[in-house]
């Protein structure tokens, strides 16, 4: 497969994610285009919908782009970004479910368990997830074409 790296990648995290979240853009700042989307600072007791929100909107406006949201399990960031038309959230604990869920499912977004791994591990997890192009196979592109469907039957 080709070369692939996204224009930019849109990160965003709740108070259950906040350190992870700044290891993470701290350990790859220099390879890849971040754009932070969190509070600036720690607020406890935050809610995660709104961030996972901010960052589905972002990645619709600019093709080419992905976000990366990090909460305490990384399930409700994914439920809550996947209520939009067009996003392909996908909650990854290990680099080959992130090269998978790339690959074939073309996931634009990577939701990640901040309380479950450490922070080296979400960090090579949002390498992977960043780097691997979608494999643009025939029966991927249909399949996301169903649920695309299934988007606009709701």
Known sequence: MADFRPTTVYIAADHAGFAAKRAIVSA?????MIRDLSAPALEP????????????????REPGSLGVLVC?????????????????????????????TRVDNDAN?????????????LTRIVRKFCTTPFSGAERHVRRI??????????
């Open 72 to 100: 305490g399990s990384g399930e409700g960031m994914a439920i809550a970004a996947n209520k939009i038309d067009g996003i392909r959230a996908s909650v990854v604990w290990n680099e080959t479910v992130a090269r998978e």
């Open 45 to 60: 007791g935050d809610d995660f919908v709104p961030y996972a929100e901010a960052v589905a909107e972002a990645i619709l």
């Open 28 to 32: 790859l700042e220099g390879e890849l």
């Open 109 to 121: 977004i990577l939701a990640l368990p901040a309380r479950f791994e450490d922070y080296d591990t």
């Open 145 to 154: 074409k169903e649920i695309t469907d299934l988007e606009k039957r709701a």
